[in-house]
Nanobody, 128 residues
């Protein structure tokens, strides 16, 4: 059984930056594809950024391309989401998750939210 713990959410002004962290426990992180998802009030949960077991396999949804960076530190079992040029529409609860190990593209896993384990979420609010 894996456990995921997010941190780093905060209130930030438009144009600001935040770094979210997700610590995974229960197994070695390098076995898994990991994703960041978000859910804004009244909206469906969506895949934001996902990273494969290889650092070269990355997916970002169009709305965050060029602004968000996902990375992993397998030695510390931690995945990061660096967010910059934040906009009010980025306001949401952000969740990290372990994706299923199906033979699908990372884009499919991320956009279809094919998840095995979820974290509890961390609130990001972008407002002046």
């Amino acid at each position: 059984q894996l456990q995921l713990a997010e941190s780093g959410g905060d209130l930030v002004q438009p144009g600001g930056s935040l770094r979210l962290s997700c610590v995974v426990s229960g197994d070695n992180l390098d076995h898994y594809t990991i994703g960041w998802f978000r859910q804004a009030p009244g909206k469906e949960r969506e895949g934001v950024s996902c990273i494969g077991r290889s650092d070269s396999i990355i997916y970002h949804t169009d709305s965050v391309k060029g602004r968000f960076t996902i990375s992993r530190d397998n030695a510390n079992n931690t995945v990061y989401l660096q967010m910059s040029s934040l906009k009010p529409e980025d306001t949401a609860v952000y969740y990290c998750a372990v994706l299923k190990s199906w033979l699908l593209t990372i884009q499919t896993l991320c956009t279809n939210i094919e998840v095995d384990y979820w974290g509890q979420g961390t609130q990001v609010t972008v407002s002046s």
